[in-house]
């Protein structure tokens, strides 16, 4: 496969995709640097873990510059189901077979520390992302739901997390024909991923972080060099996720960028989105190529679906995500689709964050799927690493974590044979 530049295959830099986070929005872009700059902390990415890492570090007094490709939550930041989930993106089960129950359970507190983190930053900063409580994960049959059940008991009493609701009938609550039960998730939320990013954005600019957007990094050898500019820092954060391109070879060996599909539908009105989903929840099910959605404050469907084969999104986007929606939603068969957008994230193989320092280069990336808290907290806990000691950061940078197969070059078929697989046997109910 010939090398693809990911932040211009699909995207004109300088512009938010044609999304319904960034309807209406014509704040105009901060201006690119312009020569040589010297900092205490150079942040390489405005997403949510470099906003994050910078914003903790200002707010303790040191100086920080954040160089942006595009625009503040250009990438995955600004573009995802906007579900804000706890815990980590693999079961406590999964973790305890792996790490045993202490570092298990410490791992599993991080990620319920990260979406509190996030609803506590939407106090403190007053950001109106338009929170709402409760996310489901909808099962496709019994046995799927009791496990899940099963699960719910066990964080409970193992772990103290009592905010899951067992549910055995999920038709009261996602109006489908295709689910079972499953649980929700009281204690996690959804809401509007780019007001979060632009909000986090203004809270570290009022105290004193430099933001230049347009400021792509061509090379990272002496300094982190730009087009026009270039800044010496005594530490880099690698915040780039899907979009590190060949900034960092090392870290592209653990991280790999995938494509995923979203749309929003024309305004249902309130009685029909709310009989899609009577309760303000969003929901995610448990395919391997996942459907996730949810309503919107102005009454529409925000659904995400659909895989790609390729890094270059398909021409027929709104396809992609409109096909596997009215497969959950029979209904909406004739629902007009007024914005859909693709989006690049990142993935390990453990689907664990990748956090690590290398001498003064920090980074964390790889959320696979489950950013908009976790890669919110990863970068905070960045910022709080680099002067001084913080021992979450270091439980999250011991994770163990296995190089695709192959290096870079090879590992995109791999992923084709797997996602082929994995899709058939979506189909099959395996």
């Not at 990911?6 to 319904?20: K, M, V």
């Not at 046995?143 to 905010?163: F, P, R």
Request: charged letters at 20%.
């Amino acid at each position: 496969m010939s090398k693809i530049d990911l932040l211009t295959a699909n995207d004109e830099l300088g512009s938010y995709p044609s999304s319904h986070y960034a309807r209406g929005l014509d704040e105009p872009a901060m201006p690119p640097i312009q020569g040589a700059h010297k900092t205490s902390v150079c942040v390489i990415g405005a997403g949510f873990t470099g906003l994050n890492a910078a914003l903790t570090l200002a707010k303790s007094g040191v100086d920080v510059i954040v160089l942006e490709a595009s625009r503040i939550g250009f990438g995955a930041t600004g573009r995802n189901g906007g579900q804000i989930g706890t815990g980590q993106r693999v079961d406590v089960e999964e973790l305890e077979k792996k790490y045993g129950f202490e570092r298990a359970k410490a791992m599993f507190d991080i990620g319920v520390a990260a979406h509190d983190f996030v609803v506590g930053q939407c106090r403190e900063y007053m950001i109106d992302m338009g929170y709402q409580a409760g996310v489901a994960h909808a099962e496709f049959d019994e046995k799927s739901t009791k496990h899940g059940h099963i699960g719910a008991e066990y964080l409970a009493s193992k772990y103290g997390y009592d905010k899951v609701e067992c549910i055995d009938d999920m038709s009261a609550h996602v109006n489908s024909p295709k689910y079972a039960g499953g649980i929700i998730d009281w204690g996690a939320g959804h809401g509007d991923p780019l007001v979060l990013a632009r909000g986090v954005a203004k809270a570290a600019i009022k105290a004193g972080v430099k933001i230049y957007e347009n400021s792509r990094v061509l090379n990272f050898e002496d300094g982190a060099g730009t087009e026009n500019g270039i800044v010496h820092a005594d530490h880099y954060v690698l915040a780039c996720n899907g979009y590190l391109g060949g900034l960092d070879q090392e870290i592209a060996k653990f991280v790999m960028p995938i494509n995923n599909f979203i749309v929003s539908t024309e305004v249902l009105g309130a009685e029909r989105a709310m009989d899609l989903i009577p309760q303000n929840i969003a929901i995610a099910d448990s395919k391997f190529v996942v459907n996730y959605f949810r309503r919107t404050l102005d009454h529409r469907l925000l659904f995400g679906g659909g895989e790609s084969y390729g890094y270059r999104f398909p021409k027929n986007l709104a396809a992609k995500a409109y096909a596997p929606m009215l497969d959950i939603f029979p209904q909406l068969k004739g629902v007009k689709i007024e914005n859909a957008w693709g989006g690049t994230l990142a993935i390990t193989m453990n689907r664990l964050p990748y956090m690590r320092r290398r001498k003064n280069i920090w980074t964390a990336s790889g959320y696979s799927g489950h950013g908009v808290a976790l890669a919110s907290y990863c970068g905070h806990l960045i910022g709080d690493a680099i002067y001084g000691d913080c021992p979450e950061f270091d439980i999250m940078a011991s994770i163990e974590h296995s190089k695709f197969p192959g290096g870079t070059a090879a590992r995109h078929p791999l992923l084709v044979a797997a996602m082929l697989w994995y899709q058939l046997r979506d189909k099959l109910g395996i």
